[in-house]
Nanobody, 118 residues
Framework: QVQLVESGGGLVQAGGSLRLSCAAS????????MGWYRQAPGKQRELVAV???????NYARSVRGRFTISRDNAKNTVYLKMNSLKPEDTAVYYC????????????WGQGTQVTVSS
């Protein structure tokens, strides 16, 4: 099992920045890709960014150029630096980690609220 704990959410004005962190513990050797998803009220959860074990990244079109995902394998931690935040970025952000040996298995953090005021 893998446990994920997010931190770094909060309230910020439009145009501001935040950095989210997600620390993994437990069977971290089984983790392959890690990523961030978000869910706004009344909307489905959507992928924000993902990074694989080799450092390759992929971003949702809506955040490309503003958000940066990175990973510290030694600390089993993934980060999401969010710049030029917009009110539409307001959501609960969830950390996700995929199991290398069982690709259909993934783990989720409890979520952290990001609120961007206009």
């Amino acid at each position: 099992q893998v446990q994920l704990v997010e931190s770094g959410g909060g309230l910020v004005q439009a145009g501001g920045s935040l950095r989210l962190s997600c620390a993994a513990s437990g069977s971290t050797f089984s983790i392959s890709a890690m990523g961030w998803y978000r869910q706004a009220p009344g909307k489905q959860r959507e992928l924000v960014a993902v990074i694989d074990s080799g450092g390759s990244t992929n971003y949702a079109r809506s955040v490309r150029g503003r958000f940066t995902i990175s990973r510290d394998n030694a600390k089993n931690t993934v980060y999401l630096k969010m710049n030029s935040l917009k009110p539409e970025d307001t959501a609960v952000y969830y950390c996700n980690a995929r199991n290398y040996y069982y690709p259909d298995v993934s783990y989720w953090g409890q979520g952290t609220q990001v609120t961007v005021s206009s």
